[in-house]
């Protein structure tokens, strides 16, 4: 088949064709993979659903109890963790320790 022989038409028709061909070959490799999780879940006596919720939820991030308070504003405070605040990095510039400014 040569491809730069081919009109456009042509060329679209077969990009159609491979589409979908593409497309039914994932179906086909998505059901029998269901099919086997299903059996192999069946085995353990239990519902592929009820192992695919289990699995599904979504881990909730904890957030940290504050460990640094700004000296001048309490209400502004850090974990301690990710990306130091400007706050902090302002007060450690400004000579104090991380020590003076933990709760």
Known sequence: MDLH???????KKYQKDIQKAVESFEAR???EARAKLEGYAREMGV????????SGKA??????????RH???????WTGRGRKPDW????LE??????????
């Open 29 to 31: 490799q998505l059901a």
């Open 47 to 54: 519902k592929l659903e009820d192992v695919m919720a289990i």
């Open 59 to 68: 881990k909730s991030k904890t957030q940290g109890s504050p460990k640094y």
């Open 5 to 11: 022989a081919m009109s456009l038409e042509e060329l």
């Open 94 to 103: 400004a000579g104090m320790n991380e020590d003076a400014l933990k709760i």
């Open 88 to 91: 902090f990095k302002e007060a």
């Open 71 to 77: 000296p001048e504003n309490p209400a502004l405070t």
